[in-house]
């Protein structure tokens, strides 16, 4: 201990502050270590994993737009033009001889309704992958920006008496 009461206040002080900084040290540790979400980042399985999962994303994504390329590229092919007017005449020229048959048979032309559009459980299916694409994509814009918007907490200045 010092020579005098003030020496003697001075180096408890100084205790003190060390004392401090030690123990929030080891608070930050100890919220780190039982922060699962820390800790899983801090896991190289887990980054592989999520690097994986990304990727295959981007891939689901990458076939599902060739997919639809393809598709597209194949319908304005003139054999596909072609094929489709001559479906949409053969079904009209049916339908014409369906009730012409009803007509000279003295029956009342019977109407169907038309036809319902085609199976629309795969719209709906697309609809719901292009929506979960949109929604990861946000989650990962917002995960990949979150660093540069946290704020950190106040640092306190550096203590002279300690140096």
């Not at 919220?31 to 990304?54: I, N």
């Not at 981007?58 to 094929?83: G, T």
Request: charged content about 25%; some cysteine; glycine content about 6%.
């Amino acid at each position: 201990m010092g020579e005098t009461a003030a020496d003697t206040a001075r180096e408890i002080a100084a205790l003190r502050r060390e004392t401090e900084q030690l123990l929030d040290a080891l608070e930050q540790r100890a919220r780190q270590g039982l922060d699962l979400r820390h800790v899983a980042m801090a896991h190289p399985a887990f980054r592989l994993a999520r690097g994986a999962a990304v990727a295959g994303g981007v891939l689901v994504v990458l076939a599902l737009w060739y997919r639809s390329y393809r598709r597209a590229q194949a319908a304005r092919r003139p054999l596909a033009r072609l094929r489709r007017e001559a479906a949409a005449l053969g079904a009209e020229a049916l339908t014409r001889a369906r009730l012409a048959g009803q007509a000279l048979r003295g029956a009342e032309p019977i109407r169907e309704p038309p036809a319902a559009s085609a199976a629309p459980a795969p719209r709906v299916l697309r609809a719901l992958a292009a929506s979960a694409t949109l929604a990861g994509a946000a989650y990962l814009a917002r995960k990949l920006a979150e660093p540069q918007w946290r704020p950190e907490p106040p640092r306190p200045p550096p203590d002279a008496s300690a140096c």
